[in-house]
């Protein structure tokens, strides 16, 4: 599967973005998507992520403030991010996961939280 992401930009702090994942090229619905975020200087973090049936789990940074939601119809996942703090600046990536196979990444999207 191939996965391109969008949606990034700068935002002031209490802000909203939502990001968006697009899949081609397999069932997408076999999938776990996942976000990923990296902040400057610092390593790659998982964000959130939700299986195919729609499941979903956050890491504590995030809790409460964003959400991830997939169209299955559409190979579509998104990234809702709410109460936006200057500490989720971040290059977002969004990744498939299926057992057995090699992760996927899309090319990751700024963004930018001013306070």
């Known amino acids: 599967v191939q996965l391109q992401a969008s949606g990034g930009g700068l935002v002031q702090a209490g802000g909203s973005l939502r990001l968006s994942c697009a899949a081609t090229?397999?069932?997408?619905?076999?999938?776990?998507i996942n976000w990923y975020r990296r902040p400057p200087g610092k390593q790659r973090e998982l964000v959130a992520f939700?299986?195919?049936?729609?499941?979903?789990k956050y890491t504590d940074p995030v809790k409460g403030r964003f959400t991830i939601s997939r169209d299955n119809t559409r190979n579509m996942a998104y990234l809702q991010m709410n109460s936006l703090k200057p500490e989720d600046t971040a290059v977002y990536y969004c990744?498939?996961?299926?057992?057995?196979?090699?992760?996927?990444w899309g090319q990751g999207t700024l963004v930018t939280v001013s306070s």
């Open positions: 990744m498939a996961f299926r057992s057995g196979e090699n992760d996927s």
């Open positions: 090229g397999s069932i997408f619905s076999n999938y776990i």
């Open positions: 939700i299986t195919g049936g729609g499941n979903t």
